[in-house]
């Protein structure tokens, strides 16, 4: 075995500096090369996440995890190809009396107002209840499930509800035949994922399971599949970072689906009205975008020894990640605030604390990774277009890689940062940023401001400490 | 960054300072500094794995030619292996496995030889012919054609097989190649036969291969084989000819072997005919 | 009187800079007191301490201010802090567009590929996980930082040694590798000679020694004071002397430590006398063993094992170690001939720890046994820290001293304090110092120190100064000015460690 400490005798000396500056300026005085860190304590400060990153990094197996989990990641072809109704996507909700909601699980008690608005409106339109109080009475009388969306392979925006008579887009996977789900977007206003619950929330989204559901499953059937990731790419292109503006995403699909809907058999006043519906809504592709988003992430679960981050979502209390390489199993912490501005008249004593699914773009690496591109928004989610383009460039300080079918014109055309590693937060303390709606914390008023927000580090400390109990050196 | 899947069994695995030799579409060689392994390259998983040299699926980074450049610094840390300016590529060999050695031959069947070396030559004669659109019928026919001149009597003068030395096109020359097959059916002879290993000690003798006449990266094959490595096609293709009792292995191995480059495969591969030719004649 | 607290989240900056801040803080009119922290649980509850305040809530990465004093001076104090804080040393611009700090070993070795050293230099209870950190992705290790429990310097150094890497601390403050001195090193030149040291001060003098001499340093490396720790094992000084025994550019190795456990010592001497270049050994204080050993060379100071090293190289006989020339005795007769009878005592006055070490055991050769805050064998601890008694030798870079001030060779303000009350008391005979030299020590040692001398010697009787300086003339200060302006402010020099302690032995004994 060749001796390594001669090698770095024989090697021009290049020292990393970190702690005391005037180390690294000593060195430089004296004719050597130093590059001086701007060292933070790792992991925001934990000691002991400190530790057990140290022990993970560069650690082969984790390399060679995190390659493939990536590879799989970046080859998933997420394609629109159905709409289902809930219960027959997913049988376990014709089962029992059901009921999925946004992010990590959350018992009835400690959920937020938002969301238990919006499962006694669920309740109401399942008419499993007559009346509200009635409704809740049966949530009293444990008559009532809740689980995560994320638990049967669904995503859907803030509360993020979703019961067995809801419609639901498929998207599968080409790659792999795997499908994933997420519900209609209801448009802006008195809405469900909101927590609104009053006769025309139950109203529309009883239009929206049938006549919406009908025409767009028939649609479906007159286009085919439709690919999504060319429609992201070609949103980002044109000012949308498929999270928290879908403009031209929505434009984009439309033009599209326009011509199988007309060439369906349907009554023309259902085309009308279906049309009418979705050009009024802007986020109409939001909920296909954060579909896409699952189905590549969901391609790269399960890969032992993957630090890559396949889920983050928050449920109005607590945000949740989950790792590829440990599983089912959910790292929670409490949600940070958001940094944000209010319309007019609401303030941040008014605001619900960070809500939904749709972290699940930032974790496939768009939306608030995606910023750059969306000047229009940039100010709604704090700054300048230069902030926006600093945001998406330090975001690849914590991604495996990049994604070359998501490029940002403002980058030069440089991929979007992707996959991101959990080791590489604790490591540069640069925490995932999110953009964000921000929801009013009474039930029903609806979103009352945007802006951006983090992934709260010790679900990254947590995640990375569990995998490390499966690992050796 | 990418995984290294295998690497050859005379790959560094401590730190070095290195440089970029030369850099292809898919592959990039490497000069380390260090004393036991000088160089190593980074290969595609579609070309020839070779004792020095680390594989990897470079094909999805597109021509690396465009991102490295000759004269770029190479430094392996950790057991990745990054460069410098530029900063796109990063190969990481930490998980890569050494790919298999073709084992020294204890015993030798003559007529199993015999029979083997009856298939393989026809095999090399008829890819030769159909490659270059002319009748190629014999060994000689070929090194005519290939402007190389060989001894009569190899065991009397192996050393003259270095005047081929830089003689033909690419980056290992055909008389290089030629002169590595009979290197490595020399090789795989030595425990058997007196006149193998003797051809191979003459051959080896220090100050014979004029590094000059050839290129650096032939040069770089060559030294290896001298100290008796070689490619694994060419490993296994002598185990195969000398040892295999099944003719579609022997087959597959020839295929393995006539893929390395444009003509090197087939070079090597009448040098190793050529040369056990000769010494079962001593 | 108010007090005022502000709280930085995740801002970190090393406690000398934030030392800084707060004794610019100090300095301010109106206030009364000012403390610039991380926000730990112990800095939380030792500014409670101070009366900043009990509520101050703060995670470990935030950064901490807290001043007290007149209303109005507070917040004046306050926005110099944030001033002061957001001062930032220009980027090492390389050209690459870095608008974000660098912040991890990873990002920067993906910046700088060939780098292959990490110094670290961070608070102790975050440097293993740094120097495990460096270790994984490939680098040596120098870790300046102290307070590394045992435990995990032993799995630090084990993981260096399965990865066949170099880790040069915990508790290291200098070394030269390459020809490069890495924190607080001086400028010697290349040459044959290899050190490994235990002890900072030791090094510094050992590898000035070698430079004086007229031959040169081919690398030095510390191992860190905990190294031949009992269950450590000197692991480090082990792989040190195994890396220049294969290194070819050197020809002799010095070894240098306080005496280590026995077994310790027999392992290491064993390893020693093994490799096939010549070893000087100095364990301070502990002189040659009853049996020889082949190619071991043992030496009775820091300064002697340079000698002998040099010797060795220089195929000359071995020197015997510095005795008292006739000409030091007459040094020492015509410097006791100004001393009154009440002047009676030696009063060291350390900012090396090595050195105040050595100076007690050639003080005790010559049965002149000192008190000190770091006593060596057979002499006492000295019962107040801040009045000397009798013999007196003090080390005042020792922890005891230094909680929350700097280390004296950084800034001399206390060494020189020290010094004055030394001078001033009616019983000190001599009072003997040493001044380190080199990057990393302070920039103009002299400045307050020429005063300090000045003030003692128009007292009526003033004592001896008798005083070394470690350093040489490549450095950043140079060292023959340094001792041109002492020489001239009346101190005695000595060429080395050895040779200040043993004049001022000599001179109180002889009283």
Redesign the interface.
């Known amino acids: 075995?060749?001796n390594?400490v001669n090698?770095?005798f024989?090697?021009?000396l290049t020292v990393l500096n970190a702690g005391l500056q005037s180390f690294a300026d000593n060195i430089t005085r004296a004719g050597g090369d130093a590059v001086a860190l701007s060292w933070q304590p790792p992991a925001g400060g934990d000691r002991e996440g400190g530790r057990v990153l140290a022990s993970l990094l560069?650690h082969?197996?984790i390399?060679?995890a995190n390659?493939q989990a990536m590879a799989q990641y970046l080859a998933a072809q997420p394609m629109l190809v159905d709409v289902m109704r809930a219960g027959e996507a997913i049988p376990a909700l014709d089962k029992h009396k059901r009921i999925l909601h946004a992010g990590p699980p959350i018992a009835w008690n400690d959920m937020c107002g938002p969301v238990q608005g919006a499962i006694l409106g669920a309740i109401l339109y399942e008419q499993w209840a007559d009346t509200l109080e009635q409704a809740q009475a049966l949530i009293e009388q444990g008559e009532v499930s809740f689980e995560p969306c994320h638990h049967y392979d669904a995503v859907a925006p803030m509360a993020g509800i979703i019961s067995r008579s809801m419609p639901l887009w498929v998207v599968e996977n080409t790659e792999n035949s795997q499908r994933v789900f997420s519900n209609f977007n209801e448009g802006l206003g008195k809405v469900l994922r909101f927590g609104a619950n009053g006769d025309g929330v139950i109203e529309h989204l009883q239009w929206m399971g049938t006549e919406l559901a009908e025409a767009m499953k028939a649609m479906l059937a007159e286009s085919g599949p439709i690919e999504l990731k060319p429609i992201m790419a070609q949103a980002l292109h044109m000012g949308d970072e498929v999270h928290n503006r879908n403009i031209a995403a929505t434009g984009l699909l439309m033009k599209q689906l326009l011509p199988a809907l007309l060439s369906t058999a349907l009554p023309v006043e259902q085309i009308q009205r279906a049309i009418r519906f979705i050009t009024a809504n802007d986020h109409f592709f939001l909920n296909l975008s954060m579909a896409a988003c699952k189905s590549m992430l969901k391609a790269a679960e399960g890969v032992p020894g993957s630090t890559m981050v396949t889920v983050m979502a928050r449920n109005g209390v607590n945000f949740g990640i989950r790792l590829s390489g440990t599983g089912d199993t959910w790292f929670q912490a409490p949600a940070n605030p958001v940094d944000g501005l209010f319309f007019p008249g609401y303030g941040v004593d008014d605001a619900a604390a960070d809500l939904g699914d749709s972290a699940i773009t930032e974790t496939a690496g768009v939306g608030g990774f995606a910023m750059a591109s969306s000047p229009a928004i940039v100010k709604f989610v704090g700054g300048t277009p230069a902030d926006a383009t600093q945001n998406s460039r330090s975001m690849q300080r914590v991604t495996?890689?990049s994604n070359p079918a998501f490029t940002l014109p403002a980058l030069n055309f440089a991929p979007t940062a992707a996959g991101i590693d959990a080791r590489k937060v604790l490591d540069s303390s640069v925490l995932p940023i999110i953009n964000t709606g921000i929801a009013h914390k009474q039930a029903g008023v609806g979103q009352i401001g945007a802006g951006i927000t983090t992934a709260p580090m010790s679900c990254f400390v947590d995640a990375l400490s569990a995998l490390a109990r499966q690992i050796s050196r | 960054?990418?995984?290294a899947q295998s690497c050859g069994y005379l790959c560094?695995r401590?730190?070095?300072?290195g440089q970029v030799h030369s850099v292809f579409q898919r592959s990039v060689n490497i000069v380390t500094?260090?004393?036991?392994t000088p160089w190593v390259s980074i290969l595609d998983t579609s070309l020839s794995a070779t004792p020095t040299a680390f594989q990897c699926a470079l094909a999805t980074l597109g021509n690396l030619a465009t991102a490295l450049r000759t004269g770029d610094?190479a430094?392996?840390?950790?057991?990745?292996i990054?460069?410098?300016p530029s900063?796109g590529l990063?190969v990481?060999t930490?998980?890569a496995q050494p790919w298999q050695r073709a084992p020294l031959i204890a015993a030798l069947d003559d007529s199993r030889l015999q029979h083997n070396l009856a298939a393989l030559e026809p095999a090399l004669l008829g890819h030769v012919s159909s490659v270059s659109g002319r009748p190629v019928a014999s060994l000689d026919d070929y090194l005519n054609a290939a402007g190389l001149s060989v001894p009569a009597q190899l065991g009397a003068r192996p050393e003259a097989l270095f005047g081929n030395l830089g003689k033909g096109q690419g980056l290992t020359p055909a008389g290089d190649d030629f002169l590595l097959g009979v290197l490595a059916a020399a090789h795989g002879l030595r425990p058997l036969w007196p006149q193998a290993d003797q051809v191979f000690q003459r051959l080896a003798t220090p100050g014979l291969l004029n590094t000059c006449r050839t290129t650096d990266v032939s040069a770089h094959y060559l030294q290896l084989a001298l100290a008796g490595h070689f490619s694994q096609p060419v490993q296994w293709l002598v185990y195969h000819l000398l040892h295999g009792t099944d003719d579609l292995t022997l087959q597959h191995s020839l295929h393995a072997t006539l893929a390395i480059g444009a003509s090197s495969g087939a070079d090597t591969c009448a040098g190793i005919i050529y040369a056990i030719h000769q010494l079962s004649a001593l | 009187m108010a007090t005022q607290h502000k709280v930085f989240k995740n801002l970190y900056q090393d406690s000398v800079s934030l030392m800084q801040v707060s004794s610019r803080l100090d300095k301010m009119d109106g206030i009364d007191g000012a403390s610039v922290v991380m926000g730990t649980e112990a800095n939380l509850a030792r500014i409670a301490d101070a009366g900043f305040g009990e509520s101050i809530s703060a995670k470990p990465s935030d950064l901490v201010i807290a001043v007290q004093g007149e209303a109005a001076a507070c917040d004046a104090a306050m926005v110099a802090a944030e001033q002061a804080l957001a001062e930032k040393p220009d980027d090492s611009g390389d050209g690459v567009p870095s608008a974000e700090p660098v912040r991890s070993f990873a990002l920067a070795?993906?910046?700088?590929?060939?780098?292959?050293l990490a110094l670290i230099s961070v608070p102790g209870e975050y440097a293993a996980a740094e120097a495990i950190k460096a270790l994984?992705?490939?680098?040596n290790v120098m870790m300046f930082s102290d307070n590394v429990s045992i435990a995990d310097e032993r799995i630090i150094k084990h993981l260096a040694q399965e990865?066949?890497l170099m880790v040069m601390g915990p508790d290291c403050g200098t070394a030269i590798i390459n020809g490069i001195p890495l924190g607080f090193a001086n400028v010697v030149r290349r040459g044959a000679i290899g050190v490994v040291a235990a002890s900072g001060t030791g090094l510094q003098e050992a590898t000035c020694r070698i430079h004086q001499l007229g031959e040169g340093v081919s690398q030095a490396l510390g191992t860190g004071g905990h190294d031949l720790h009992q269950d450590v094992g000197g692991l480090s000084m082990l792989h040190g002397l195994q890396a220049l025994a294969d290194d070819p550019q050197t020809d002799v190795v010095v070894l240098i430590s306080k005496p280590p456990a026995q077994a310790i010592a027999d392992k290491i001497l064993a390893q020693a006398a093994s490799i096939a270049k010549p070893v000087v050994v100095n364990f301070l204080g502990q002189g040659s063993p009853a049996t020889a050993m082949d190619g071991v060379y043992f030496a009775d100071s820091l300064a002697h094992s340079a000698e002998v090293a040099v010797a060795l190289y220089r195929h000359q006989a071995e020197p015997a170690a510095q005795p008292c020339s006739q000409a030091d005795s007459d040094t020492v007769s015509r410097l006791a001939a100004g001393l009154s009878d009440a002047q009676r005592y030696i009063r060291g006055v350390f900012a090396g720890g090595t050195f105040c070490y050595e100076a007690q055991i050639i003080a005790a050769g010559y049965d002149v046994r000192a008190s000190s805050n770091t006593p060596s064998k057979g002499n006492r601890e000295l019962t107040d820290l801040w009045h000397s008694q009798g013999h007196t030798i003090v080390d005042l870079g020792d922890d005891a001293f230094t909680q929350g001030c700097p280390h004296p060779m950084i800034d001399p303000t206390l060494r020189n304090q020290r010094l004055l009350q030394e001078a001033q008391d009616p019983e000190t005979a001599a009072v003997l110092f040493d001044l380190v030299l080199g990057y990393g020590a302070a920039e103009e040692p002299l400045t307050d120190l020429l005063t300090v001398i000045e003030q003692a010697r128009q007292q009526s009787a003033p004592p001896v100064f008798i005083a070394h300086v470690c350093g040489t003339d490549a450095d950043p200060q140079s060292r023959q000015q340094i001792q041109k302006a002492l020489r001239d402010a009346g101190v005695q020099l000595a060429d080395s460690n050895a040779h200040a302690a043993h004049l001022a032995a000599s001179l109180v004994a002889g009283l």
């Open positions: 075995m060749v390594t090698a770095l024989t090697q021009q560069n082969p197996q390399e060679a390659e495996i890689g | 960054m990418i995984i560094p401590q730190s070095f300072d500094g260090l004393r036991a610094g430094f392996m840390r950790g057991g990745v990054r460069f410098k900063r990063q990481n930490a998980t | 070795l993906e910046q700088h590929p060939q780098a292959n994984n992705l490939g680098l990865k066949n």
